[in-house]
């Protein structure tokens, strides 16, 4: 698939993001989608234009739920807390 965008730092960074693509990069800003298949979909091979891009668009990065943030917390304590074995 051709990259739609190219390198974003050249001058096709300030091209219109077109509604598709601000629709992609809305499901993944709400966690709807994941990361390759938004990278994917929109021809990008790198991590950092699709931030750019969801600056661009002022779309917010997606995080974590906090319910998933604190059982990953629990179950890192856990383990921690577990004897090392010899």
């Given at each position: 698939?051709k ?11 300030w ?25 994917g ?11 750019a891009l969801?600056s ?18 629990a179950?890192?304590v ?6 090392s074995?010899?």
């Open positions: 698939m990259a739609r965008y190219g390198r974003l730092l050249s001058r096709n960074y091209r219109a993001i077109s509604r598709a693509d601000r629709e992609i990069l809305c499901s993944y800003g709400r966690g709807q989608i994941p990361r390759r298949a938004a990278m979909a929109l021809g990008l091979r790198d991590y950092g234009e699709l931030l969801l661009r668009a002022r779309v917010p990065i997606p995080l974590v739920s906090i319910d998933l943030r604190r059982e990953m917390v179950r890192t856990e383990m921690l807390s577990r004897p074995r010899p």
